[in-house]
């Protein structure tokens, strides 16, 4: 059995709460999730091409400075924004239908 982690434990006990105050507070709740997961998909990303925030910088014509707070979830980049850095992880953007399975 695998021990969860600091952070799924308390996100677990979020979730309890959010549960607690009702349908609104998971619906706010899962939005959030949602939003910041674009920015740890874009970071994993970035990492798995063994990029720095300089270099990837470089390619997208981005400053590192922006790039950094995309990262941290402190910017509100726009969508020509985000496709230019993923364009140059060359990774994609999608929308994803939530009622059907995510293609491997």
Request: aromatic letters at 4%.
């Amino acid at each position: 059995m695998t021990k969860k982690s600091d952070f799924d434990t308390l996100m677990d006990g979020i979730e309890a709460e959010a549960k607690a105050e009702g349908d609104g507070a998971v619906q706010e709740l899962h939005a959030l999730t949602d939003y910041y997961s674009v920015f740890n998909q874009f970071l994993e990303l970035r990492k798995k091409r063994n990029m720095t925030q300089k270099e990837l910088a470089a390619a997208a014509h981005i400053d590192q400075s922006e790039i950094s707070r995309i990262e941290k979830g402190a910017a509100n980049p726009t969508l020509a924004t985000l496709e230019s850095l993923v364009r140059a992880l060359g990774g994609e953007l999608r929308i994803v239908d939530r009622k059907e399975p995510i293609p491997a």
